[in-house]
């Protein structure tokens, strides 16, 4: 069966530095994958997915980046921090064809101070 | 274009008793529609999907929803609500491999 990990679960850490959170998902090939923000109280923010190994679409500009250096990790970044980076970062995936329902994992709570 | 409107922010039932929580979809073809649940801090976890199949869909914990095209409609129902089923539920709608969400609806279950 599939598992999909991410780490950190919990973050604290100040403006202006720098972010890695780090998601694997395992016993699947080639999937599509997925990072959401969840804002507090708020629905998700799809910020990143990508279909494929380098393969990266940005769905909304921002202070944060994205990549995929093996088949099944998807890292998420940033040089600097601010403080409307505070959310809850989930990351998802999803077989590489329909009907596409997204499966994700448990999340990392980051607060920017 | 697609999207999910969800009818209420916040429900609360009694345990016990049923519950529905309304979803209407908008889309321009036959969609494929799911329902997720979310309980605090934690990720969300798939209940059921709808993929033009069969219009009464069963999902995991005694869930199930019904898609009724006439009224553009995925409601989710359940005949008695348990105290764990306290959470925040998303309708979803997949568009081209990626998915539009709901604002959620706040489910909560009073002893």
């Known amino acids: 069966s599939q598992t999909i990990h991410q780490w950190p679960a919990t973050l604290v850490q100040p403006v202006g530095s720098p972010l890695s959170l780090e998601c694997t998902v395992e016993?699947?090939?080639?999937?599509?994958l997925y990072w959401y923000r969840q804002a507090a109280g708020r629905g998700l923010q799809l910020l990143f997915y990508s279909v494929g190994i380098g393969q990266i679409s940005s769905e909304v500009p921002q202070n944060l980046s994205a990549s995929r250096p093996q088949d099944r990790q998807f890292i998420l970044s940033s040089k600097k921090l601010l403080l409307s980076d505070s959310g809850f970062y989930l990351c998802a995936w999803s077989e590489e064809t329909g009907p596409y329902e997204q499966y994700f994992g448990p999340g990392t709570r980051l607060t920017v101070t | 274009a697609q999207s999910v409107t969800q009818l209420d922010s916040h429900v609360s039932v009694s345990e016990g008793t049923p519950v529905l929580l309304r979803c209407n979809y908008s889309?321009?073809?036959?969609?494929?529609l799911f329902w997720y649940v979310q309980h605090p801090n934690k990720g969300l976890q798939l209940l059921l999907k709808?993929?033009?199949?069969?219009?009464l869909v069963k999902g995991i914990n005694g869930f199930e929803a019904e898609f009724k095209k006439s009224e553009t409609s995925f409601h989710l129902t359940k005949p008695s609500a348990h105290m764990s089923d306290a959470a925040e539920y998303f309708c979803?709608?997949?568009?081209?491999?990626?998915?539009?969400f709901g604002q959620g609806t706040e489910l909560s279950v009073k002893p």
């Open positions: 979803v709608v997949s568009k081209g491999g990626k998915l539009i």
């Open positions: 889309s321009s073809y036959s969609p494929s």
């Open positions: 016993g699947t090939s080639n999937p599509n």
């Open positions: 709808y993929t033009s199949a069969a219009t």
